[in-house]
């Protein structure tokens, strides 16, 4: 997953690739395998065949070159590059059959077998690559074929003819199924985009939620740890929520909270993370700042908020405040559970002595 910054909290997506995990698999398993067929014919020619056989040494010469590129082809896929991986593997198929079709002079005696093989790689880039790739291939194979048949100056009202439109409708199949495998691929990136999304986002502020918060410390811990960087948490509530929902209803209560989190979007840095952690309790973790900076960036917000007007169309509430509590590491905690409890206990501190106050741990 990829995590992008997003005023005040972390949007998580999922970068959709070039290939899907079963389409990598089967990508490798398919050069190898071709890899394989490849150098068992190689070992033919070069150990069993007939020294008589025509143009021997020219399929040697082929077959080797063949194999050379499926080679790296797999060593490509092996370390990751799949997109190259691919390509290298159409070129395979593409020089191929045009090489041997060129080698054999049985083909310009109306034997057009190989030419058939002119339409694997549209085949093959349908699969495995993007659909211009697919369009390139497919239309330098066409052309080519076209060329060969004109230049050859075989009779189209027999065979040659029929394998043009063989190869042209090849093409169009293969241009067909890989827009639609493009199209079902990005409709499936977006659910899972949108199911990760909700999994880590609350759904009445747009929030983090709980789950992304522990997910992020312990990474963020663990990497202030190696640099020696500090750190501090703001747990924050909203004094008195319970009356404010009992005068003005859960709905008056809900438009409160949405209006706090806004007001922390607002007020908070970029980079500073921003997470609903339960009810009416907010969580700010604010990378590479200490406890001193964290707290004049506390007041502010508490001035803003007490002076503030909050939309909840109920006439009897009585003025917002917040009581918040705040914990620096490494100073007040080295874990993520040590961290938090730390600025509860400052949050409950801060609730016992008055509310609308700030304590630190």
Not at 97 to 103: H, I, L, V
Not at 223 to 232: D, G, H, I, T, V
Not at 295 to 313: C, P, T, V, W, Y
Request: charge should be neutral; glycine fraction near 6%; hydrophobic fraction near 45%.
């Amino acid at each position: 997953m990829k995590e992008q910054e997003n005023k005040g909290n972390y949007t998580i997506k999922t970068r959709p690739g070039l290939l899907s995990a079963t389409e990598r698999s089967l990508l490798r398993w398919v050069e190898i395998i071709i890899a394989c067929v490849l150098l068992a014919v190689l070992v033919y020619l070069i150990f069993i065949s007939p020294a008589s056989t025509q143009n021997l040494r020219d399929y040697k010469i082929l077959v080797t070159v063949e194999v050379l590129i499926v080679f790296a082809a797999i060593l490509l896929n092996q370390r990751g590059k799949y997109n190259f991986s691919s390509i290298l593997f159409i070129l395979a198929a593409i020089v191929g059959p045009w090489w041997s079709a060129f080698m054999d002079p049985t083909v310009f005696r109306g034997n057009l077998f190989p030419l058939v093989y002119t339409a694997i790689p549209i085949l093959f880039s349908s699969f495995f690559s993007p659909v211009h790739v697919t369009a390139l291939v497919g239309l330098f194979q066409v052309t080519g074929l076209a060329v060969f048949l004109h230049k050859g100056g075989f009779n189209l009202s027999e065979g040659p003819a029929s394998l043009f439109f063989f190869v042209v409708f090849m093409y169009a199949f293969g241009l067909i199924f890989n827009i639609q495998n493009r199209n079902n691929r990005q409709i499936i990136t977006d659910q899972v985009n949108e199911l990760e999304e909700l999994a880590v986002r609350d759904p009445l502020t747009g929030l983090n939620n709980r789950r992304f918060l522990f997910e992020f410390l312990e990474k963020e811990i663990a990497r202030l740890k190696r640099e020696n960087a500090p750190l501090s948490l703001l747990i924050l509530d909203i004094d008195d929520f319970k009356q404010l929902n009992d005068v003005c209803g859960h709905s008056g209560g809900d438009t409160t909270i949405v209006s706090i989190a806004q007001s922390l979007k607002d007020h908070f840095r970029e980079s500073d993370i921003i997470s609903r952690y339960g009810g009416d309790e907010f969580l700010i973790v604010m990378s590479g700042t200490d406890a001193v900076h964290a707290k004049e960036r506390a007041a502010e917000l508490q001035r803003m908020i007490s002076s503030g007007s909050f939309d909840h169309d109920c006439q009897n509430a009585r003025q917002v405040t917040i009581s918040i509590g705040i914990a620096s590491f490494p100073h007040h905690g080295q874990t993520v559970d040590a961290l938090i409890k730390s600025a509860d206990q400052a949050l409950y501190r801060a609730k016992r002595k008055g509310k609308n106050r700030i304590e630190s741990a």
